[in-house]
C-alpha cells in the first residue's frame, strides 16, 4: 500500500477522517497478515514508511503508525503518505 491520505473533506469532520485512515490500514494489515505462507517464512514483516510526501517519508516500526496519524491530526496537515510493503519474515532463534 502506498498512499496519500487527505485529510480534508467539505463535509466530513477532521476526527472522523482519521478514524477511516486508521480502519483502512488495520484492514489492510489484516487481510495481508491472512494470506496463506510460502514455504519456509514464519510470518509476514512490513516495511513501512510515514512523511508529509512521498518524498519525505521516513522509515518507521508498523507499531509506530497510529501515534504518526494522531500527529497529523494535531498537526492539522491536509494530507499524509503512508507506505505499507509487506515481506516475508524469519524468525531469529535466541542464543
Same mark, same amino acid.
Given at each position: 500500500?502506498?498512499?496519500?491520505?487527505?485529510?480534508?473533506?467539505?463535509?466530513?469532520?477532521?476526527?472522523?477522517? $482519521? &478514524?477511516?485512515?486508521?480502519? @483502512?490500514?488495520? #484492514?489492510? +494489515?489484516?487481510?495481508?497478515?491472512?494470506?496463506? !505462507?510460502?514455504?519456509?517464512?514464519?510470518?509476514?514483516?512490513?516495511?513501512?514508511?510515514?512523511?508529509?510526501?512521498?518524498?519525505?517519508? $521516513? &522509515?518507521?516500526?508498523?507499531? @509506530?503508525?497510529? #501515534?504518526? +496519524?494522531?500527529?497529523?491530526?494535531?498537526?492539522? !496537515?491536509?494530507?499524509?503518505?503512508?507506505?505499507?510493503?509487506?515481506?516475508?519474515?524469519?524468525?531469529?532463534?535466541?542464543?
Amino acid at each position: 500500500m502506498k498512499k496519500t491520505f487527505q485529510l480534508t473533506h467539505p463535509k466530513i469532520k477532521l476526527a472522523r477522517l $482519521v &478514524e477511516a485512515v486508521k480502519y @483502512e490500514v488495520k #484492514k489492510y +494489515i489484516k487481510r495481508e497478515r491472512n494470506k496463506k !505462507l510460502p514455504e519456509g517464512v514464519d510470518f509476514w514483516d512490513f516495511d513501512c514508511k510515514y512523511g508529509p510526501t512521498a518524498e519525505d517519508a $521516513v &522509515e518507521i516500526h508498523i507499531s @509506530e503508525i497510529n #501515534k504518526r +496519524i494522531d500527529s497529523a491530526e494535531e498537526q492539522q !496537515l491536509e494530507s499524509f503518505y503512508l507506505e505499507i510493503l509487506v515481506k516475508p519474515g524469519h524468525r531469529m532463534k535466541k542464543p
